[in-house]
């Protein structure tokens, strides 16, 4: 360390220049929430002055701190509220720089003269064993037990910091996919009524609803005395927004068109914050996101073949 320097806590990749914060490295455990907030902050920065981030990012990026279910939800809030679009890298085309490729290792590189050995009988041992791997390769392997070890080896296995990595990104859009499928008003209702025949005993509880043992989440019971009271005031949220969507169109202006959609959006998302909190299964929303897409293809052919029959009657 040089003399002078101020020594960092372990960890954490920060560098503060005139009231800017750059984000250099994966933080994985920070320890001050100043930090965390600060990483945060710095993110939503980022997303603020291009009017993206991607998901690779958030996965690098984010705090852990930030990763647990109530966080990353008001999280992606704030990123929606703000107006940043959550896209994949290879959607943003020229805004993403690709990764250098990795310097391949050529026979000459770190070279090293073969050992010679010598059997019991004075033989020499072969120990290049580059020529019998080539043509085991090219046999037929019909023992399945041998096949799979054989494709097993050649998979390398994860360091720690890419399982902490993976299970990050794997959690991060497990979250995106649940809330933007319950956004929708006719999946917040299916939610509801799963939910009902949970409260109601014609579903099983630990079937229907994901119990985690880990600190600081709710357990079975807390959920089963959260359950009648979320899904009251869900009910009501959903009530206003037909409400005020047979009130948006009868408005004229964009101004306040734009508002009671805004006001709309907000709604949607507090319920589906209340619905978070009890748990549901993701085996249970995949079905209505399946069912929603079904119906949005039905509504697109309905439309296609209602502009079909208006050419035909101005035609006749």
């Known amino acids: 360390m040089a003399r002078g320097s101020t020594p960092k806590p372990a960890g ?24 965390v907030d600060a990483r945060v902050k710095a993110i939503l920065d980022l997303g603020t002055s291009r009017g993206y981030l991607t998901y690779e990012e958030l996965n690098e990026k984010l705090p852990d701190e930030v990763v647990s279910p109530d966080k990353l939800d008001s999280l992606l809030m704030r990123i929606d509220e703000m107006g940043i679009r959550l896209i994949d890298e290879t959607d943003i085309g020229d805004f993403v720089k690709q990764p250098k490729p990795r310097h391949r ?14 059997d019991d ?27 799979y070890l054989t494709q097993m080896g050649e998979i390398p296995l994860l360091t720690r910091e890419q399982e902490i990595a993976l299970a990050k990104k794997i959690e991060i ?9 319950l956004e929708s008003d006719y999946c917040l209702q299916s ?10 005993g014609d579903l099983p509880f630990d079937r229907t609803m994901k119990i985690s043992t880990d600190e600081g989440m709710a357990d079975k019971g807390t959920i089963g005395q959260r359950i009648p009271l979320n899904l009251g005031t869900v009910r009501g949220m959903l009530a206003r927004n037909r409400d005020q969507w047979d009130a948006l169109r009868e408005l004229k202006g964009k101004k306040e068109q734009e508002e009671l959609r805004l006001s709309i959006r907000r709604r949607r998302r507090r319920a589906v914050k209340l619905l978070e909190e009890l ?33 035909v009657r101005d035609t006749g």
Do not use: C
Request: glycine share 4%; no cysteine; charged share 35%.
């Open 173 to 181: 859009t497990r979250k995106i996919f649940r809330s933007k499928v």
């Open 279 to 311: 748990a549901l299964r993701t085996s249970k929303v995949t079905p209505l996101m399946k069912k929603l897409s079904s119906i949005s293809t039905k509504m697109v052919e309905l439309e296609e073949r209602i502009e079909e029959l208006k050419k």
């Open 105 to 118: 290792r050529t026979k000459d590189d770190h070279a090293v003269e073969p050992e010679v050995l010598l």
């Open 12 to 35: 954490i990749g920060l560098v503060v220049m005139k009231d800017t914060v750059t984000v250099e490295t994966p933080l994985i455990g920070s320890g001050s929430q100043e930090i």
């Open 121 to 147: 009988a004075g033989e020499v041992l072969d120990l290049n064993l580059d020529a019998e791997i080539a043509e085991a390769a090219t046999k037929r392997i019909d023992d399945p037990v041998r096949m």
């Open 191 to 200: 939610a509801v009524e799963i939910l009902q025949q949970v409260d109601d």
